[in-house]
């Protein structure tokens, strides 16, 4: 039966139940079966006759529980799951939201955050990604992010276009990158073609270093301003004159594009363990527990950083890698990028149980959890050079967004709660050989 679904692509949305309609014969002369230390057997309304084994497995997922809750029939069971389909919130949104998708994502990894990131933006079915640019061409030549780009358009079925992008720190802000190498221009070619070509304005959201997405503007602002509806960024210091990791990576790329006067959401990176940048943290186990095999395949090749010629990256998603999850479990991963993933998709936050979840829509009854927003600003470069801003909050002349943390006490849980359903029910096409 296993076989049959997993021909016909049914195998992760079936649930599969396995159960007696009686405990065993108890009667003189009868089938030799036990069940003490239960009274009697099959057709007495004592325990023997009335309580039997039963288990559920819903896709990949096999329920780990004990329960004495009565259940009279199949037909309860089947009323009991299709209210619990009414119960929930409609997870997506019916519209297609074209997204570019620009990540500084490695091979072995820099941080496997971006790996978070990626399976993140997959998760969502609303994203039509047209296009993935790998941020800092001459350490993609090295650590190519191509691998795990790979691996995840495999898991999920999907093809699409990447491209790797320049690898030289731009020279200034108005710079477009013309002078380096050709084999380096491809993201940024890549991004301004999917622009020109896309039959409506685009989603583009990007962590790393942005000199792709600045050079391309320096290039073709126009094109930019009309075809580009909102521009999350993943980068900078909320703290005044301060510096930040990714603004290092290249400050006249990111100066240039604060000013660009682009639609930009900001999501500042720093400072962390204040509720006021869009960091939170968990550890794996808390989120990957009970993940479709083939992803978490995924993660562990990512931390376990093998080289490809030593096992395949292909191959590797549907091997039995169960030895090497323990390792993975216990740590923790430092995260910015889900709440504006989140945000862009068009979802909200819905309490649900004892569990919140990112959904277009909640069940009936519920409203949205205010957790985080976006809110405008105004914001100025107070040092090219360095990179350094002021901002304030400024509804009359605001030149961007700042992702703003409503909620502080819940905004770590309810992350953590929205990206462990969002991986729990991650596309995959590809599963485990079990054989």
């Known amino acids: 039966m296993k076989k049959k679904l997993e021909e016909i692509g049914v195998v992760d949305n079936t649930v599969v139940i396995l159960m007696s309609d009686n405990g065993g014969e108890s009667v003189p002369g009868g089938p030799a079966t ?43 069971i089947i009323g009991s799951c299709v209210q619990e389909h009414r119960s929930r919130p409609e997870v997506i949104n019916e519209r297609k939201i074209p997204v570019i998708y620009g990540t500084d994502l490695f091979h072995p990894h820099d941080d ?66 013309l002078v380096q190498p050709k084999e ?9 073609q999917t622009l020109r070509q896309s039959a409506e304005p685009v989603i583009v959201i990007t962590t790393g270093s942005v000199r792709d997405l600045c050079a391309a503007f320096n290039r073709e602002p126009k094109l930019l301003r009309e075809r580009i509806s909102r521009l999350y960024i993943n980068i900078g210091n909320l703290l005044e004159n301060k510096g930040e990791w990714n603004v290092h990576l290249d400050r006249k790329a990111y100066v ?28 794996h186990g808390e989120v990957l527990e009970g993940v479709p095999p083939t992803l978490l395949n995924w993660f562990i090749y990512a931390l376990q950083v093998p080289r490809p010629h030593e096992l395949d990256p292909t191959k590797a998603l549907t091997m039995d890698l169960r030895p090497w999850r323990h390792i993975l479990m216990s740590l923790e991963r430092n995260m910015w990028c889900t709440g504006s993933l989140i945000h862009a998709a068009g979802r909200s936050i819905y309490r649900v149980g004892d569990q919140w979840v990112a959904a277009a829509s909640g069940p009936r009854g519920t409203k949205p959890v ?36 409503i909620d502080p006490n819940n905004h770590e849980p309810v992350l953590k709660s929205c990206l462990r359903c969002l991986l729990h029910d991650f596309p995959v096409v590809l599963h485990r050989d079990t054989q």
């Open 34 to 76: 036990s069940n003490v230390p239960l009274r009697a057997g099959k057709g007495r309304l004592y325990e023997g006759g009335i309580r039997e084994p039963m288990v559920i497995k819903l896709g990949g997922h096999i329920f780990r529980l004990v329960t004495i809750m009565p259940i009279i029939s199949v037909a309860m």
């Open 112 to 177: 496997p955050d971006d790996h978070f990131d990626l399976a993140t933006l997959f998760a969502m079915s609303e994203f039509d990604v047209k296009a993935i640019l790998l941020d800092m061409g001459a350490k993609q030549k090295k650590k190519p992010g191509r691998t795990p780009v790979e691996q995840i358009l495999k898991l999920t079925g999907r093809r699409l276009p990447y491209a790797t992008g320049l690898s030289k720190k731009l020279i200034s802000p108005d710079d477009k990158g």
């Open 184 to 192: 380096d221009q491809v993201a940024v070619e890549l991004l301004l």
């Open 370 to 405: 205010k957790v985080f927003t976006f809110v405008p600003v105004h914001v100025e470069i107070t040092d090219e050079d360095k990179g350094y801003t002021k901002w304030s909050e400024d509804t009359l002349s605001p030149n961007m967004h700042v992702y703003k943390i």
């Open 256 to 283: 240039g594009l604060m000013r660009s006067g682009l639609p930009i959401y900001w999501c500042p990176c720093l400072p962390v363990n204040e509720n006021r940048s869009t960091h939170w943290k968990f550890k």
